[in-house]
């Protein structure tokens, strides 16, 4: 049996549970599909608010599943390339809808996360992590180099020196480490992670949804240019956000002294 990607709602969020405790949630190439297809879902589906992936039991996600990965080795170089780029691929894939999601994606980390589970920890928007968790960039130790995205995650936001020596000697980042630099959004007593993250998720599906998805857009276009292009793009995200529906609940609301009531 593999390990198998569960959805379920909690109020306007919807969880989804990495689950197959007896390989830690090792990942596979349907449940990589099927993460992206999850995300498509919410993106386009109004009551949800935002998303939280999580592990079952004690574990968050130990990575890819080596006997699989070995397999790909006795089909040949050349099939076996093509089969192991488009597994890589399927796991892009995720990545890529857990950036492009217009709505918030929160991470919910107990135990370890090794590996592509590490990389997927770290696509997400907020990361929770219990006060005893690991993070390893574990691909090193048996010969490999990072996939989904972990490498840009960590070279981006650590220091060069503590990036590298987290990629090369997979040294086990600590919630501490990633909470100093920013990775990890709070630090929660163990077991209580997805309590936490719904937490967060509580207070997002409180604001409204439209400029929540224009800030996450705008976070990521700030890495990527410059100030006068960064000057332009709030412009334009602004003036759309003042002319959506929430544009007038919003600022009516502040002046009657109530609670706003996004759509």
């Given at each position: 049996m593999?390990?198998?990607?569960?959805?379920?709602?909690r109020?306007?969020?919807l969880?989804l549970?990495?689950?197959?405790?007896a390989?830690?949630n090792?990942?596979?190439?349907?449940?990589?599909?099927?993460g992206?297809?999850w995300?498509q879902?919410?993106?386009h589906?109004?009551?949800?608010?935002?998303?939280i992936l999580?592990g079952?039991?004690?574990?968050?996600c130990?990575?890819?599943?080596l006997q699989?990965?070995?397999?790909?080795?006795?089909m040949?170089?050349?099939e076996g390339r093509?089969?192991?780029?488009d597994?890589?691929?399927?796991l892009?894939n995720?990545?890529?809808?857990?950036?492009m999601c217009?709505?918030p994606?929160?991470?919910?980390v107990?135990?370890f996360?090794?590996?592509a589970?590490a990389s997927?920890?770290?696509?997400c928007?907020?990361l929770?992590?219990a006060e005893?968790?690991?993070?390893v960039m574990?691909y090193?130790?048996?010969?490999?180099?990072?996939?989904?995205?972990?490498?840009?995650?960590?070279?981006?936001f650590l220091?060069?020196q503590?990036?590298l020596?987290a990629?090369?000697?997979?040294?086990?980042?600590?919630?501490a480490?990633l909470?100093t630099?920013?990775?990890v959004?709070q630090?929660?007593?163990?077991?209580?992670?997805?309590d936490?993250?719904?937490?967060?998720?509580?207070q997002?599906a409180?604001l409204?949804?439209?400029?929540?998805?224009?800030v996450?857009?705008?976070a990521?276009l700030?890495?990527?240019?410059?100030?006068a292009?960064q000057?332009?793009t709030e412009?334009?995200?602004f003036?759309?956000n003042?002319f959506?529906p929430n544009?007038?609940e919003?600022?009516?609301?502040?002046?009657?002294k109530?609670?706003?009531?996004?759509?």
């Amino acid at each position: 049996m593999s390990t198998e990607l569960l959805a379920e709602r909690r109020d306007a969020t919807l969880v989804l549970t990495l689950s197959d405790p007896a390989t830690r949630n090792a990942l596979s190439r349907e449940v990589y599909a099927r993460g992206a297809e999850w995300m498509q879902q919410a993106s386009h589906d109004a009551s949800v608010r935002a998303v939280i992936l999580r592990g079952e039991g004690d574990t968050f996600c130990a990575g890819g599943n080596l006997q699989r990965i070995l397999g790909v080795r006795s089909m040949g170089e050349t099939e076996g390339r093509l089969f192991q780029a488009d597994s890589i691929n399927l796991l892009t894939n995720w990545v890529k809808a857990i950036s492009m999601c217009p709505k918030p994606v929160i991470a919910a980390v107990e135990g370890f996360a090794a590996g592509a589970g590490a990389s997927l920890a770290l696509a997400c928007d907020l990361l929770v992590a219990a006060e005893d968790a690991k993070l390893v960039m574990s691909y090193s130790r048996i010969g490999f180099s990072p996939d989904g995205g972990g490498s840009w995650q960590l070279a981006r936001f650590l220091p060069r020196q503590l990036a590298l020596k987290a990629l090369w000697l997979a040294s086990p980042l600590t919630p501490a480490d990633l909470h100093t630099h920013g990775l990890v959004t709070q630090i929660a007593p163990k077991g209580k992670t997805l309590d936490e993250a719904l937490g967060l998720a509580a207070q997002l599906a409180k604001l409204a949804p439209n400029a929540v998805a224009s800030v996450k857009k705008l976070a990521q276009l700030a890495l990527a240019q410059d100030l006068a292009a960064q000057l332009d793009t709030e412009r334009e995200h602004f003036v759309d956000n003042l002319f959506h529906p929430n544009g007038h609940e919003g600022p009516t609301a502040f002046l009657e002294k109530r609670n706003p009531c996004f759509r």
